[in-house]
Structures are given as structure tokens and as C-alpha cells.
């Protein structure tokens, strides 16, 4: 890294996810099991836009990953109020943000209210859409900040519960599509089916936001959900905490523990239409035939093993295939998973990196990267809880 650090990167651009800022005090995530950090949100991303202001290489643009403020303002009746508090702070550098549309983001406002909105950044960035936009309704679009490179900003809830009208097709579309996988009366509750690899399969019929063990194996091993206790050969226990990548690995003891890729079809996820699929494919197709290297952006991650299963996008399969399918691609970045995560695909060499959310933050700590970009790599400088990395291109 220090190498590739003393060369001068062809452009660098900023990257932060999950502020979900609001003006109330410290709470708890749905299951009680993570504190959040609602009103020093604002003062972590304060930080982040101090610091690519004072950057020796100025960011050319912030990608901002989705969930910029948090669904209580809903209930406040603030949800305006706290947006323009974070546009205000975005606003006071002159670099530009291109938006990502979260869950949080449809908590708060319509989808017809977001397409006018300051977060729909084709209408307020400093760039010409014309042909680089999914169309109708679809909240996606590409942009080329440097001459051989290419972003693709993806819509994750162009299929989902959330930002439509109960009335209307597309809700009943989506309906449709998770009451195949989810029984539950609360569709934010995931379904309850868990798969242990390495010869224990079981099926918990009942998971909910206070945990739920599954029997134990003849070893005395079990798995369980949202910050319950995992046992590892009926002696050591630990805490799970959401199953994070790191607590994951301490539980694997003689099998592999693995939830359900099911779980992935709650009400807080959605999915990628048929249209804005193959809108994708093209885009990659002509990036493929110019040489370019891309970069995906969504809220939602779409690797199962660069994020827990719960926050994966519906249809993740299928836009990993068309990923797949094209040699254009080296990166696909998201949020939604306030731990992170991060994986290379081995068949194609994509590095999928999920961007540690500012909501779980601690005040005294920081979230937020700079990606520097060179002809054969981007490096990721952290801050805080976001890791360094050096993303080879495939």
C-alpha cells in the first residue's frame, strides 16, 4: 500500500453509509442488541466532510450509501427538518454526492416524493443524464468521473413493500414475492428457517427479535439469533451480536454455522426489476466493448459472503449472475449492514465491500473512507471503523 500510496491516483472520491441521523437520543437497534448513535450522527459525518475539505487530493465526488437519515423522524413529523440538516452539512463542501436510496430513506418519503427530492442526484448534480438512466420510475443511473472508469448507481427497492402505494402493482408484485418465503405477520421479522453446514440441518419455526436458540446437536452445539448466546462444543460460549463476520468464524467448531440465505426476504430488504436487470446488462455490455472499469453501488449487498444474510438484496443471484457475465466490473459497494463486511468473488475476482454504517458509531470514533483510484487498483484509506484496503483489479 505505501507504494501505491506515493503515486498520484488518477481520481479519489469519498464514501460513507447508514448515518441514519435524527434528533433524539441514543437507542437500540430492532433487537436491542446494538446502541445507535442518533444525533452524533450528524457531528461523524461533520468529521467526514471536514476531512476530504482538508485532503491534500481533494475527492472528486461522495458516494453516500444510503440511509442518510432515520425512519423515527417519520414519527417525529421531522423527516424534512433532518434531511435538510444532513444536505446542509453535505452542502457546505463543494464536491458532489451522489445519493443511494436505502430502506430509511422510503421510511420517511414517498418514492414519487424522493424522485423530485435533493436526493435524487440526477437532478442536482453537475453532470448530463441524459441516456444514463434506468427510466420510468427506476432510481438508477451511470456516470464516468474519469475516462475509463464507470459507476453504476443501482435502485435495490425497485422491488419492495417499502416507497409504494398499498394500491398499486408494484406493491402487490412485491407482496407476493416475500409471502413465498415469509410466513411471519411482522414481514420485518426474517423467516425462520436456519441451515448448519457440516451435518446439522434444523428448522426454527419461530424467530423473532429476542432470539431464538436451535437444539442442540449431539455435541452440544447450537447456533441462535440476534445477540443470544452461541455454545461451541457444549464449553465455550460467546456472544453472537447479530452474527458479524468475526463472531461468525468463533463459533465454527468441528460445522460451519450458516443462517438461511431465506432470511434475506423481510420487509426492510427488496430487489432488482426485470427492467432495471437488463438496463444493467446493457450498460456492462458497453462498458465491456470500451475497455472501462466498473463499479456498482447499492444499498443493499448482493454477495452472501460480504454481508449477513438477513440484509442481502431479494434477488441477489440474479444480479451476481449478470455480474458474472461481464469482465467490465472490479467493484460492488454497499451499506445496510452497519458491521461491514467484505469479500472477492471467486469466479470473477469483484471485490464486494459493505461499508460499516456512522449509525452504530460510537461519538469518540469515526466511519467514512477515501478510495483512491490508479490504472490497476483502488485503495481504501479508513477512518474509525472502516478498514484499509488495496482492491486489485481483475
Not at 307 to 326: F, G, K, M, Q, V
Request: charged share 25%.
Amino acid at each position: 500500500m505505501d507504494d501505491c500510496c506515493q503515486q498520484t491516483p488518477l481520481f479519489t472520491f469519498g464514501v460513507i453509509a447508514d448515518i441514519q441521523y435524527a434528533d433524539i437520543d441514543d437507542g437500540f437497534n430492532y433487537s436491542k442488541t446494538r446502541k445507535r448513535y442518533y444525533r452524533s450522527s450528524l457531528e461523524l459525518l461533520r468529521n467526514a466532510r471536514e476531512s476530504w475539505s482538508e485532503s491534500a487530493v481533494k475527492p472528486q465526488f461522495i458516494l453516500q450509501l444510503g440511509d442518510i437519515i432515520d425512519g423515527f423522524n417519520k414519527e417525529h413529523n421531522a423527516s424534512q427538518q433532518a434531511l435538510d440538516s444532513v444536505l446542509r452539512e453535505l452542502s457546505s463542501s463543494p464536491v458532489e454526492v451522489h445519493h443511494v436510496w436505502g430502506n430509511h430513506e422510503f421510511y420517511n418519503f414517498s418514492r414519487s416524493v424522493l424522485l423530485r427530492s435533493k436526493l435524487n442526484s440526477t437532478l442536482h448534480v453537475d453532470r448530463s443524464f441524459t441516456g444514463a438512466q434506468a427510466g420510468g420510475e427506476i432510481y438508477a443511473y451511470h456516470f464516468s468521473p474519469f475516462p475509463g472508469f464507470r459507476f453504476v448507481v443501482l435502485d435495490a427497492y425497485d422491488v419492495s413493500l417499502l416507497g409504494r402505494e398499498e394500491s398499486s402493482e408494484q406493491y402487490a408484485t412485491a407482496l407476493k414475492l416475500i409471502k413465498l418465503y415469509n410466513s411471519n405477520e411482522d414481514l420485518n421479522c426474517p423467516p425462520g428457517k436456519a441451515v448448519a453446514e457440516g451435518g446439522l440441518r434444523e428448522r426454527i419455526p419461530e424467530l423473532g427479535a429476542h432470539g431464538v436458540e436451535g437444539p442442540a446437536s449431539q455435541s452440544g452445539q447450537f447456533g441462535v439469533w440476534d445477540g443470544e448466546e452461541v455454545a461451541v462444543g457444549g464449553s465455550e460460549r460467546v456472544r453472537s451480536q447479530e452474527f458479524t463476520e468475526v463472531n461468525r468464524s468463533q463459533v465454527m467448531e468441528g460445522f460451519e454455522v450458516r443462517w438461511s440465505l431465506e432470511q434475506r426476504f423481510t420487509k426492510f430488504n427488496g430487489g432488482f426489476s426485470k427492467d432495471q436487470l437488463d438496463w444493467l446488462d446493457s450498460v456492462l455490455s458497453s462498458a465491456d466493448e470500451k475497455g472501462e472499469k466498473v463499479t456498482i453501488v447499492s444499498h443493499l449487498p448482493v454477495h452472501p459472503d460480504s454481508t449477513d444474510p438477513i440484509c442481502l438484496a431479494w434477488n441477489h443471484d440474479e444480479l451476481l449472475d449478470i455480474i458474472r457475465s461481464h469482465f467490465s466490473v472490479v467493484c460492488f459497494m454497499a451499506g445496510h449492514d452497519h458491521d461491514g463486511g467484505y469479500t472477492r468473488d471467486k469466479q470473477t475476482g469483484v471485490h464486494h465491500l459493505t461499508l460499516e454504517g456512522v449509525i452504530e458509531t460510537p461519538p469518540c470514533s469515526n466511519a467514512f473512507g477515501t478510495v483512491s483510484v490508479y490504472e490497476d487498483r483502488m485503495v481504501l484509506k479508513g477512518k474509525g471503523r472502516i478498514t484499509d484496503r488495496v482492491f486489485l483489479f481483475p
